[in-house]
């Protein structure tokens, strides 16, 4: 796990930040495929719903934040970015080293469920709190999603007015003033 993070931060190389976005992202997918892939016949089905949650929650994190800086009307990722390469390439090394081993702690509760997966089926109880866990990730993963669409529409109509960018309060955002924190919280607790 700590060496697909590791290949997927090498995007720090490009831009500072990306061990933070876009790596991050494509860490999680990266992981949650590798256990798709890894996983012992006959895949356990809660097994495989862990897995692809850690897949989906990593796409679906790569693609709107790619979308987001390179892609979005009238955001400018690049100048938002640049600044933050402050620190020479390769001396950007012991920072995407260490947060590689971040992410695979991140991903470890994937990891003891594929080495425990064998086992999950001898319990009734395993079985039920592994599917709690994949519903409360899952909801995690649609809220998120839901959060980051509402402030990313609210931010594009501010800009597309010409009006001055202000805090969105409304949606999801209603309720939480980080919305989309709130749901990654969610999805990891499941």
């Not at 976005?21 to 012992?40: D, K, R, T």
């Not at 979308?67 to 955001?75: D, S, V």
Request: contains cysteine; proline residues 5%; positive net charge.
């Amino acid at each position: 796990a700590t060496g697909i993070a590791a290949a997927c931060g090498t995007l720090c190389y490009i831009r500072q930040a990306y061990i933070f976005s876009l790596s991050y992202g494509l860490s999680m997918l990266g992981i949650g495929g590798a256990v798709l892939l890894a996983a012992p016949a006959p895949r356990s089905p809660l097994l495989a719903a862990h897995a692809g949650l850690v897949a989906a929650y990593g796409a679906r994190l790569f693609a709107f934040l790619l979308w987001r800086q390179k892609f979005q009307p009238a955001y400018d990722g690049e100048a938002r970015l640049k600044p933050l390469d402050k620190t020479p390439r390769l001396q950007r090394t012991p920072i995407l080293l260490s947060t590689a081993l971040f992410y695979s702690l991140l991903a470890s509760p994937l990891l003891f469920h594929l080495q425990a997966a064998p086992l999950a089926g001898a319990s009734a109880a395993v079985a039920g709190v592994s599917a709690a866990g994949a519903a409360v990730a899952a909801a995690g993963l649609v809220y998120e999603a839901v959060a980051d669409q509402q402030k990313s529409r609210f931010k594009m109509a501010l800009r597309a007015g010409g009006a001055k960018d202000r805090l969105y309060m409304g949606g999801l955002y209603a309720q939480s003033r980080h919305a989309n924190y709130l749901g990654e919280l969610v999805f990891w607790t499941g």
